[in-house]
């Protein structure tokens, strides 16, 4: 595999790693809401419909106590802070990708080497040099950098912000087997993958249910105590 195809597939992992984020962020805090709004009907609820025991009281405390040490953790995760570091690292990689296309293009180019090379070896003469570089289209290929030097900063790049996990990389897998064009894909999913990628969607579903059920949970098995 390319670089350039290194470099696609890894943008578009990073991509589905600030997707999962946003969507974490945004779920995070609708449970916030959903709680908090819970806590405040469970109280009118008690002081109003139905005088609460010790037991009552305690477990509400108890429900209130989870939910401001919940919102504070949440806070300390910094979803949209890391997404926006993932953004801009997807992004640089945009332009990245775009360099090593450039060069792989580039006639004469092999793998792992600089297209510049070829026409710089020792006994070539200059006036020759001169003559190739104004015959590829006005291209001036000179001046592109060399695969190895984009390689490189390629992997600074890496460095701004966190990597991607396995699951954003068979959601990148998956997508781009959706809506690109498949014959230009040089990677694809395989049926365990798409099984993997289904299960996941179908957890974080099942999970965040079961975090939404939890007050309710809470306030109905209260009640039958």
Known sequence: MTLSDNIWWTRKARIQTEKRLLSN?????????????????????????????ALVNVGWI????????VSGFINGLSFKERAALVKECYETLNGIYIQARIVEKAPGF???????SDRMKPGCPEGAQTTQDESEDGRET???KSIESIGREFQQVLKVCENHTDSDFRAALCEAHLTEPRERLTKHPTQYTWLVFWLERLAR???????VLLPVGIFVGIGLL
Do not use: C, K, M
């Not at 108890?62 to 040490?69: C, N, P």
């Not at 092999?110 to 510049?116: A, I, L, T």
């Not at 579903?205 to 975090?211: A, G, H, N, P, R």
């Open 25 to 53: 962020s945004f779920q995070a805090q609708i449970l916030l809401l959903w709680y908090s709004f819970f806590s405040v009907f469970a109280a009118i609820y008690y002081l109003q419909v139905e005088r609460p025991d």
């Open 62 to 69: 108890a429900f209130s106590i989870l939910t401001l040490t």
């Open 142 to 144: 000179a001046n592109h």
């Open 205 to 211: 579903v099942v999970l965040f249910s079961l975090y």
């Open 110 to 116: 092999s793998r792992g080497q600089n297209p510049e």
